[in-house]
């Protein structure tokens, strides 16, 4: 379509994204407010931001959290990406219909029979719960994610480079790590924010398979907001949300300028070759 | 299932098996075996002990122990399912308003794919992202945002008596139109993403070709445009329904005390009331109800990567 846009699209877009946007834009404002009554605009003030500096328990939580993610986002990395090249690259195999349905059943299935599952699991292994239990619990559904995020990339992707790097004898691992990653990588490294943004965010599978002294951010902005609304909650949800939109915006400007990288040195390839 | 192993060209080395074993096993331990696990202590019975239900069977007593313990196990938490109608009000009323809040999903979702699709192609990449970015924030503090919104002394009441359009203020929150407001919001991009794809690879040609011939554009619409973005509608509603249907975190803080869903009732059940046993079943019961959608959604999945691969 090279015409322009319609009236009635560009009002679909305008109402639509302001719907999505519009409440989180409301909570960002709402904590700058100087009053203490959430929805009652009290004059400009960022004394909650200081206030959370000072609150000991949800920066332990915090830390207990992003920890969690880190590791567990980079276990899931590896994982679904070996998941990836399985589905990808295996062909056909025993037991590739039940492979394929445990990568993407997790991916639809109610937080809350995943969380119940994995702990009935932990206890029956009498395993005690704590960070290790919500880190494995994390990486299992976060694995999928990857999988799916980098089979896409895997898909429209040219074997023959593969195939040329085999041909000429070099091992299966090396061609991997020589030629396969660095082409797939845009695709790990959204795979690997996607599972540490996933792990950031849970609130419902963590609250099921952690233990004592591991409680997440979430299950303690969950535990305050059943008290109500606090400006102190509006801050802390600011900073997550300003953490990860930086993320996801600086991560997207270096995949594209990689990209744009690659497609210059293929060109300056073909070119030399002519 | 399995499907026969083809004669592979070469064979299978070591390297390519440990490839496929590493996941699997992974999978097999953390996703396949708790699901046995939940199926098991479902057969069990309450018990005051840590854990809180007595052990369905004990492998490691050998056979004969095994087949003792195999007698034991019962059916009644699924009786007591039937009995008590708090579940299956719960199980209906889950589908009900998962069912409702995906139909307005789709009538949200589709005009803003379809402005998506539409807009200049320089436009695309930045819409898409700022569709995706909802996706990444965090779920619980999206939620948490509509708390302020809809009570009420919230900023939507604030808004609609400021304009003189109410005197008294509306009761949202804690309502069951305030859980559709929530699923509609929080799964939006879920839904607007597969159908953005399919409306975007839809051949603009054959709407010119209508349009030549005649066709008025809503008619063309319905003929044409709506027929080749099923899939992408399809797609949209199985991600929009499934998790919907088991949701927690949206009914527990924007709904009231009688709004019943099922992901609700098996937490209440489980850190609430301790009964292990009970909720076990409840989640079982919630997977049969959900394999006839999982499986559809997984089957049109295949399809469809098939017809692109």
């Keep these: 379509m090279t015409r322009g846009p319609t009236w009635f699209n560009l009002t679909s877009l305008v109402l639509g994204f302001s719907f999505l946007y519009l409440p989180i834009v409301l909570l960002v404002i709402y904590s700058f407010n100087e009053s203490r009554l959430v929805t009652v605009w009290g004059g400009f003030s960022t004394k909650w931001y200081a206030a959370l500096l000072e609150n000991d328990q949800l920066l332990d939580a915090a830390w207990v959290t992003l920890r969690v993610a880190f590791v567990s986002a980079s276990v899931a990395t590896v994982l679904g990406t070996m998941a990836a090249l399985v589905l990808v690259r295996s062909g056909r195999f025993r037991g590739r219909s039940l492979f394929s349905g445990m990568i993407f059943a997790p991916l639809v299935m109610p937080e809350v029979i995943l969380g119940l599952s994995l702990l009935l699991l932990f206890v029956a292994m009498d395993q005690a719960r704590g960070f290790w239990t919500v880190m494995i619990a994390h990486t299992t559904f976060a694995m999928c994610y990857v999988a799916v995020v980098v089979q896409s990339r895997l898909v429209g992707f040219d074997k023959s480079v593969e195939e040329a790097a085999e041909d000429l004898g070099c091992p299966p691992v090396k061609t991997f790590f020589l030629i396969t990653l660095p082409i797939i990588l845009p695709g790990v490294i959204a795979g690997w924010m996607l599972a540490f943004t996933l792990s950031l965010d849970d609130l419902v599978i963590a609250s099921f398979t952690t233990g004592p002294g591991a409680t997440t951010l979430p299950m303690k902005i969950y535990s305050q907001v059943r008290l109500g609304v606090t400006p102190e909650i509006n801050a802390v949800c600011t900073i997550l949300v300003a953490f990860v939109t930086v993320g996801v915006i600086a991560a997207s400007i270096v995949s594209k300028r990689q990209q744009v990288q690659r497609e210059r040195d293929e060109r300056a390839a073909f070119g030399a070759e002519g | ?309």
């Design chain 2, 1 to 309: 299932m399995d499907e026969p192993v083809t004669p592979p060209s070469k064979k299978r080395s070591l390297g390519s098996w440990a490839l496929i074993a590493v996941p699997y096993f992974w999978l097999a331990l953390f996703f396949l075996v708790p699901f046995l696990i939940v199926f098991k202590i479902s057969l069990s019975q309450i018990a005051v002990a840590i854990p809180p239900y007595t052990p369905a069977f004990d492998l490691s007593a050998g056979w004969q122990a095994f087949r003792e313990s195999l007698s034991e196990l019962s059916l009644e938490n699924y009786v007591w399912l039937t009995e008590d109608d708090l579940y299956w009000k719960s199980y209906l009323s889950s589908v009900i308003i998962a069912a409702v809040s995906t139909f307005i999903t789709l009538l949200v979702g589709y005009p803003i794919a379809y402005g998506m699709a539409r807009s200049p192609a320089a436009w695309r990449p930045t819409l898409l992202m700022l569709v995706i970015l909802p996706f990444w924030t965090s779920f619980l503090i999206r939620v948490y945002a509509w708390i302020g919104i809809l009570k009420n002394e919230g900023l939507l009441n604030q808004l609609l008596m400021s304009l003189g359009l109410i005197s008294e203020p509306l009761t949202i929150l804690n309502t069951n139109i305030a859980v559709y407001i929530g699923i509609v919001y929080s799964y939006l991009p879920f839904l607007v993403l597969p159908l953005y794809a399919s409306l975007e690879r839809l051949d603009g040609s054959l709407l010119e070709a209508a349009e030549d011939l005649g066709c008025p554009p809503w008619q063309a619409f319905w003929k044409i445009t709506l027929p080749l973005s099923l899939p992408g509608v399809i797609a949209g509603c199985f991600l929009v329904f499934i998790p919907a249907v088991g949701e927690f975190v949206i009914p527990d803080l924007l709904g009231g005390s009688n709004t019943l869903m099922i992901g609700k009732t098996l937490w209440v059940e489980f850190f609430n009331n301790r009964d292990w046993p009970v909720s076990s079943a409840v989640a079982v019961i919630l997977l049969l109800i959900l394999v006839v959608p999982i499986i559809l959604f997984q089957n049109q999945q295949q399809k469809m990567q098939e017809r692109d691969g």
